[in-house]
């Protein structure tokens, strides 16, 4: 039995590599890549209509966008992203006709794991039920988070429930359909240690965007627009789609150093 140093963490002389893990790549399609460049559009475009119906009357709003808004999450996560068990990456081809001396370019290329190698829209449907579960779940967790950042306590709770449901959206859902139950990949997230792609990007922004909402509630402007949670939802939306973009292209693969 190999002994295990407890510094270097090495058996029998050999240290143990740890692979840092990598940043989601797209689904290497022609519509993977038109998609995820249309999916902020939509995505401001469908808030953009429902603005006003917003401000007068949060509640049903909220809750008849909920559908829609699944749905332009789901196609996303089904166009554009790697299944849970999937991964892509990226691999050095030859360029069509190129000599041996020039440098290959890289291509993206799906890798299933052993237990995914089958997968087939069955698996996709039960990878969205999955992730759309979990967001449900974290619909109270997210509930609580906001009271404890200052949310009413005593009222106003369906507005606050329903604002929650769209951060679940937004933010939950596309990380647990590319990571399932991965707890290493969690820890990372959870620490924001994780590489940035635009799906972690998105969802710091969106929660960054949501905190940065709150501010203008306080200030004594008297505007409609005000109340509880409009500027909330607003900012977890603004911050979804400049964290996406951000993620995907400016930062994409860096980490977010705390130190």
Request: charge should be positive.
């Amino acid at each position: 039995m190999p002994l295990i140093d407890s510094v270097t963490m090495s058996a029998a002389g050999q240290p143990i590599i740890i692979k840092p893990s990598l940043p989601i790549e797209l689904l290497p399609t022609d519509l993977a890549r038109l998609f995820t460049l249309a999916h902020p559009a939509i995505l401001l475009a469908a808030y953009t209509i429902r603005f006003p119906s917003l401000v007068s009357d949060p509640v049903p709003t909220l809750l008849s966008s909920l559908l829609p808004l699944a749905i332009i999450q789901a196609s996303y996560a089904v166009i554009c992203l790697p299944a849970t068990g999937t991964t892509v990456k990226l691999i050095k081809k030859p360029k069509p006709g190129a000599k041996k001396t020039e440098s290959p370019s890289w291509s993206p290329v799906v890798s299933m794991s052993k237990s995914s190698e089958h997968t087939s829209t069955d698996k996709t449907k039960q990878t969205i039920f999955y992730a759309l579960l979990l967001s449900l779940f974290s619909v109270a967790v997210l509930a609580a988070i906001q009271v404890l950042f200052g949310a009413p306590v005593t009222t106003h709770i369906p507005h606050t429930i329903l604002s929650s449901s769209h951060l679940a959206l937004l933010a939950v859902f596309p990380l647990v359909y590319v990571h399932g139950s991965d707890s290493k990949k969690w820890k990372e997230v959870i620490s924001a240690y994780s590489p940035i792609d635009e799906v972690f990007g998105a969802t710091v922004g969106c929660f960054l965007g949501a905190w940065l909402g709150a501010i203008p509630i306080p200030l004594d402007w008297d505007r409609e627009w005000q109340k509880w949670p409009v500027t909330i939802v607003t900012g977890a939306y603004a911050g979804y789609v400049v964290g996406k973009l951000v993620g995907g292209f400016l930062l994409k693969g860096k980490r977010i150093e705390l130190d």
